[in-house]
Structures are given as C-alpha cells and as structure tokens.
C-alpha cells in the first residue's frame, strides 16, 4: 500500500444562475405575420453540457440557419469555445439580446399544455439590458454575423481556474525479477480531499489555446489583451467601436438586424424567415430545454398589463456594470385607482425628498386618480418614462419577496411595455417624458373633457394630443408612433427610459438626481456577484 498527494486543474466557475437553455422563438410583433423571423433563445449560464444541448436542437432544425439571441453571464471556457465553433460551423449568426416571451416562460409548469407540442414560442427580442459576459464572449466570436446593441453589455475579464489537491492511496501490485521490482499493476484504492486553490492568472497553455481560437474566428487579438489585463473580480465592457476595431463585432447594427418584425419582406427574404397560412399552425420546430418542450400559443398584439390595482416601489437598478453607484428609480405598475395618488404621495414623502423617475407600465383605469397624479408628479419635478421593470429575485407582492431597506433590484425595458387611455393623463405630468420605439401608447376618448384640456393645457402639452384621444372612440384603441408624441408634445425628446435609468448614467457629469451609492454596509450585500 502507497500513499501519495496529487493535484488535479480544473476551471470551476461559481454558480451564475440557471443552465443555458435554448428553444426557437417566433415573433409576435404586431402586424408581422404571415411571414415572420425566427431565432434561437440562449439565456443562461454556459455549463459542460451545454453544448449537448445545442447540439440537439441543431438537429432538429433540419438545416434551418435560425440567428442565435444570447444572454449570459458566461460560464464554463470549454464549453464556451465548443458552441463557437458549432455556431461557425453551422454558419449562424448571433446578436446579445434578450427574448420577451409572449404567454408563459419556457419550463413554466403547464406551460401550453393544451397546444401541439415541438412548436415555436411566440415574443419579441431586445437589447437593452442584455449581456454576454466572461466566457460568453467566446461562445459569441462563433457568429458569422455577430451584433451587440447600443444598449447591450459585452464584458471579459481574466479566467479563473481552481486547482483541487487530492491524497490518493495506492494498491501496486509486483514481483521480483533477477532481483529487481517490476511493477505489475497500480490501481487507486481510495481519495480524500485535500484543499484546494485558485489562480486568477492566465496560463500560457490557456493564452495559447484562446488565442488559436480567436484567430480562427477571424477576431483580433485585442480582446486576449483586454482578457488578461481585467482582474477576475471585475467585468471590462468593451465599448462599441473598440468591438469594431477588434473584429469582435461586424458592424455596429442593434439586433433588429436579426429579428426585426418588417425584415421578412426584403428581398432576398432572409434565411430565419417563415411563412405561415392563417389557417394552419407553424411546422414543427423542436426546443431544448430540462423541462419537457411545450408549444406555442397564438401571437397577441402587444403584452397586456394585468388587470390590478397600480403597485408603487422603489428600485434599484442591478447591472453589474453600475455597482456601487447606481440609478434608482419608482416603478409604477398596474391599473390606476382612486387611491393611487395618496399611494405615490406617501412613498414620496418616505424617500425624503429625494427625485426618482417614474417608470410607468399601465393599461390606464381611473381618470380623476391619473390627473391627481400626474399634478403630483409635476409638483414633486419627477421625470416618467413608460417601460416595465424586470425584477431581478422576485416579484414585489409575491410571497416570501421582501425589499431590502426598501429597495428591490431591476432592470428597465421599454419592449412590450403599454400606457393605455388615463396612463397618458398622468404621464403628462412628468418634466422629461419619455417613450421608447419598442414601447406602445394608446389613447382613446374618455369622461371629464373639460378637466382633462385644462389639465394639458397647464401641463404646457399641445393641443393635437387631446384632439388625438378624442378621435379614437372608447371601444376602439388608437396607438401614437413616437413622431406623432413629439409633434403633439407629449414626449420631451426621443430617448427611451434608459436615459433615466441606463446602468451608466451615474457616470454623467452633472450626475443624475437619481444615483446613489450605497452606504458601506449595504454595499457589499447589494452588490451582484462578480464573474
């Protein structure tokens, strides 16, 4: 019997959150069908079966070349660098985004349990928000055509590999020839763990195998550089143009580029392009995920709000990229009822004065409730903007899901968001008023004329707005392009609501009214785990 130490390399990276999943997703946006783009969702940490994954759904699709829209934090190297070359090989193109499902989530229980399985999803793809961070990179250098938006974050930083040490005893088994051992066998008989340790520098067998890579990619060099030089415990984003520079990117489209809802009437009609009769379901496309594959359900003209009484909270933007100075803002969600005002009021009146945007997702409701607050809104000198708020842990109201010193942890997004009827009352209210293009607002004739003119008009809001929702008939809903809400001066200018809640405004001189830093005991607590 032989005891003996050894020490086994292996990249072990902490826990990002749920595995890759990948399903195919058809558009749902308004007035796209018959013929509508395609594309494949990647959302999630990359992990050593992910590639199998992938590979699976590839098979299915029968040669289609479906583009891939990929969110994640990053994950396992390996792994990241086999879907690369599975993505080139299979000549896809890519683009950092996120996919708005209409319906339920993939993997929700009983999601489209009613439906013929092995069909597509139905949603929207969108930038703003999206990331492809650490080891996602390289999956994404794989895309023939590869496009990071204004409004997504690309972020490398260097690898960090954990080697675990091991005290293995032996069994070896010999015999004695001309005086002499000779070892017949040598087996492992048992192992025990004996600490680990990790190293934050990258090896040069490592720098050898990416840089290799990279090459074969036809991606520069600089992003190695970049790599190397961003301590494990930080993210570098890599800015648009230096992408550019480095080939990382080949060209500086948003991913409408790849998704957008009019790109199926080009001519040549594009690859992820399929044309469905309005009698007939799509063909069978297959997804891949842990829970068995649902299917789809029938495409609605924009996300509705749910029916329920407006919610008022405070909340924190979560991008790693703002930590520790981040915006903060109120999001207001749900119908308006004749208590909202006095609701806003008092979360007002508890933040202490300080001036945080509103960010408004509504299917409107009470109309005497929305001019007491959109007059409140004015008096307190609040900016709004309509998006929703994707909350990072939990749902506020939900059971168990509890603020932390009053703040909970989001992100804003403008895509399926609505401000329908008595919601445009009280956005008028706001001082900087903003709209986003993937944001829909509706308007249509509503009670109390003359206390709704007098109201826009001391709002300093243009006549043609009111004239606008009295030409809409109160069964029938008109929807406002962005040009028609500046002419009639509703919306101040054409940002989205990432001018006021943008994870890098708080590095804005004069920094916005709404970031904040975290005093020194919350701030460790609140900040997202480094990759």
Known sequence: MLAAFGAAAKEDPPDYGPTMRFVVVRSSAPGCEPNCPEWISAEGTIEAGTPALFRRLLSTLGGRQLPIVVNSPGGNVDAALQLGRMIRKNK??????????SGCLPGTKNCRDNDAKQQPYSGVAYDSGAMCNSACPLMFAGGVRRVVGEWAYLGVHQITTTFRREKLLYRTTYRVVNGKKKIISTRIVSRKNAGSYKTYEMSKAVEKRLSAYLKEMGVEQGVLDVMKATPASDIRQIEPDDMLEMKLV????????????????????????????SNANPAEVAN??????????????????????????????????????CPEWISAEGTIAAGTAGKLRQLLDTIGG????????SPGGDVQAALAAGRLIRERG????????????????????????????????DAGAQCDAACGVMIAGGIRRLVGAHAH?????????????????????????????????????????????????????????????????????PKPDNCRVLPAANAEAEAPAKL
């Open 288 to 325: 891949v995920e842990t829970a068995p594959p649902p299917a789809a359900p029938a495409p609605a003209p924009w996300p509705q709000v749910q029916e329920q009484e407006m919610r008022l909270v405070v909340v924190r933007g979560s991008n790693p990229l703002c930590n520790p100075d």
């Open 250 to 277: 080949t060209s500086l489209d948003s991913i409408d580029l790849l998704t957008e809802k009019t790109m199926c009437r080009r001519n040549p009609v594009p690859a992820n392009c399929r044309e469905v009769p």
């Open 92 to 101: 896809l193109d890519i683009a950092v985004g996120i996919t708005e499902f």
């Open 441 to 509: 607002f509706l308007v249509h004739s509503m009670g109390m004329e003359e206390k709704v003119r007098a109201y826009l008009d001391d709002m300093a809001i243009g006549s043609g707005f009111f004239a606008a929702m009295q030409s809409a008939q109160y069964a029938k809903h008109r929807e406002l392009s962005q040009g028609e809400l500046r002419e009639f001066g509703l919306t101040t200018g054409p940002q989205s609501v990432d001018a006021l809640t943008g994870a890098t405004i708080c590095s804005s001189s």
């Open 354 to 361: 300080r001036r945080l945007p509103v960010v408004v997702n």
């Open 382 to 413: 609040l900016d709004v903007a309509v998006a929703r708020t994707d909350f990072l842990d939990c749902e506020p109201g939900k059971a168990g899901c509890e603020a932390t010193d009053g703040l909970y942890s989001g992100l804003t997004i």
